[in-house]
């Protein structure tokens, strides 16, 4: 099945690859067949045992075979167009982050198989996730949220086959990585808008320690420190009593429902007694209300240029773009 000839200028681990490829092409191997071991391939063409290991270790990050301790190898897929796997971690699945794996898959192609997980926050899933998979991929493309010390896992991982996404925390500078500065923007949007934000009489951030970047409630200090704002920070706005004349920020999507329905359940009006500031564009904020201003980065930007980093072999840390989107909640 597995013939490696000399001398006709193909590397012979790339024969052994086109040989096993040809044979699941003709259906001589199908999926859950085992293939020839490392060492009836080396014996039977005098090869060395790195050069089987070699094109195994390809097919294998590639999704096409794996193995099974103390068995062998089987082929665990047949389509072998896939000719590079991508190791995909987030910590949750919302609708811009929909957008941003959209934008990733779509500008990376067809033949690049993307497989995405998720740790919910979770310090032991994150380490068990990539410790599961280390070796079995390309590439990782690894989102560690506000988790600290991943260092120490990811380090068990090809330095020059990781980037990290959307938060880069001091541990991980020496990786590639597009990532938001969310200390400045927070900062710099509100700034921007400074004499409507100077309207109310106290800011509000809606902060989970749990969820969201500390750079955020740095900068959001800050910036009410230097213009004298008085403030509060809260972890949720379930159990707020809405005072007329608050400008809240609220990252997630759960607590923005939250405090629409009690501003019309208490008769207040939006933007003249509360005032909102939301996180991360959507549909849903363009529309809900007449429009919630947002500071977002633009997540189809984000997936485009990751994945033109992982196709062009590119090493970079990026600070994607961000901008603060006004509408009628200010």
Sequence with gaps: MIVVKKKIGIPKYKQII?????AILSGTLQKGDQIPSINSIKNDNKL??????TAFNELKTRGIIHSVVGKGYYVS???IDVTQKVFLLFDELNAFKEDLYNSFLEHLGDSVQV???FHHFNKNIFDKLINDNTGDYNYYVIMPANLTNTSAVIQNLPHDKVYILDQIHGDLQSYSAIYQNFESDIFNNLSEVINLVKKYKKMVLVFDKEKQPLGMKTGFIKFCEKHIIPFDI???VKERNLDSGELYIIPDDKNLLRIIKNIK???LRLAQDIGIISYNETLLKEIVEGGVTTISTDFNVMGKRLAEMIINKQHLKIENPNKLILRNSL
Excluded: Q
């Design 18 to 22: 086109n040989s096993i490829e040809e």
């Design 48 to 53: 060395s045992r790195d050069t089987v290991l």
């Design 77 to 79: 897929s047949e389509n």
């Design 115 to 117: 497989d995405i997980f």
């Design 234 to 236: 809260i972890d949720s």
């Design 265 to 267: 359940n208490n008769n």
